[in-house]
């Protein structure tokens, strides 16, 4: 049994870096050509095709997170039908590999790639993405991150009083720009407002550089008055991280898992909506687990009766499938966050599917025929 699992493995395995090295070839190209239009730019301090090409590359993890389930359906999809056109799954089954023993393998085989996944997702992609924001800052301008026109919100709670936090961009080092913080009392009422032109996080505080401090006194209608103070240096104690930042000025897909739980419950905590980051938070729990449904799925291949017909077509009809699953998940994702369903089933839902599919097939191929 060791040596058939040492076949199926090095052959899926070789099927699955052929597919993965092809598809991100493409990817590197295309992306490749959307630079072009940014190079020798008059604002871009020097950017040019090598930076280029360096952005480009680290942006390869993030589409080998993405394609990984893909890959690994059509590369097993490919070994699956070839053994079966070649009939040495055939001799394989009369070694003693039966249904059961070839689901348990291949299940065995899609755990590791699960943990790829997931390790890619939550620690090298992240990672290769700030560093790629890093170098395009670096030859592109300050600005590391922003969003939109008018940057991120972030809200913060400290007994009575609550904080509404405006953050223009992040610059490359972690420098905050032109933040700015309303302070409410208990009432709802704005009890002051601190302008900066930059900030620091540091040590459960942020420093904000060259602040001006405006505190409204509304107690009397009489003598209503504002006070303006100015400071090289304002310290303002709060839980704010310059990851909870990042996730309000970043997409949540490029997140790590634990960062995007922690600034869940920092949203929770602050009474804000947190629906379109719990629906990221689980699909980036359930996505790396689409690789067992992918194994499973490519299993009924191998039963599949073809001798004149290629591999081809069942190739395509593998890529067919992953493409429709990739959709499958981004409709439910949209779908799930405008009518306010449960974030773990709209994550979970794609893949319970295609699991029920998977299953289906493997029954009616390979149990019943």
């Known amino acids: 049994m060791k ?22 070839a493409l990817f590197f190209f295309f992306d490749f050509v959307d630079e072009l239009s940014d190079i020798g730019q008059p604002d871009s301090l020097g950017y040019g095709a090598p930076q280029a090409l360096a952005y480009v590359a680290l942006l390869v993890p993030s589409h080998l997170y993405e394609l990984l389930p893909i890959t690994v359906l059509i590369g097993t999809i490919f070994v699956m039908a070839r053994l079966a056109q070649s009939s040495e799954y ?14 348990r393998s291949l299940l065995l085989l899609g755990a590791g790639f699960v943990a790829l996944t997931f390790a890619v997702g939550d620690y090298l992609a992240p990672a290769a993405d700030r560093s790629a924001q890093v170098l395009k800052a670096r030859f592109r301008g300050d600005v ?3 969003v939109g026109t008018t940057g991120a919100w972030l809200k913060e709670r400290q007994g009575d009083m609550s904080y509404a936090v405006n953050v223009a961009a992040m610059g490359r080092d972690g420098t905050l720009t032109s933040p700015r913080i309303f302070e409410f009392d208990g009432k709802g009422f704005v009890a002051s407002q601190i302008q900066a032109s930059t900030a620091r996080i540091v040590d459960g505080a ?18 209503a008055q504002v006070v303006t103070t100015h400071s090289p240096e304002y310290r303002w104690p709060t839980t704010l991280t310059s990851e909870m930042v990042s996730v309000a000025l970043l997409k949540p897909d490029r997140m790590r898992t634990l960062d995007l739980f922690e600034y869940i419950q920092h ?13 990221q938070f689980w699909r980036k729990v359930f996505y790396p687990l689409s690789c067992l449904v992918m194994v499973v799925l490519a299993l009924p291949f191998a039963y599949l009766h073809f001798r004149q017909s290629g591999v081809t077509t069942y190739v395509f009809g593998g890529v067919l499938i992953g493409i429709s699953f990739f959709l499958l998940n981004n409709v439910f994702g949209y779908i799930g966050n405008l009518s306010n369903w449960m974030p773990w089933l709209t994550a979970a839902a794609p893949g319970l599917i295609y699991t029920m599919l998977s299953l289906g097939a493997f029954g009616w191929l390979v149990l019943r025929r």
């Open 90 to 103: 055939t001799i394989l089954r009369t070694s003693g590999l039966g249904p059961w023993r070839a689901l």
């Open 206 to 223: 942020w420093l904000l550089g060259n602040a001006e401090h405006q505190s409204y006194d509304t107690r009397a209608t009489d003598k």
């Open 267 to 279: 949203l929770e905590v602050n009474g804000q909506t947190a629906q379109r980051y719990e629906i």
């Open 3 to 24: 040596t058939i699992r040492r076949l199926i493995y090095t052959e899926v395995l070789k099927a699955v870096a052929f597919v993965t090295l092809g598809f991100l």
């Open 144 to 146: 590391l991150a922003t």
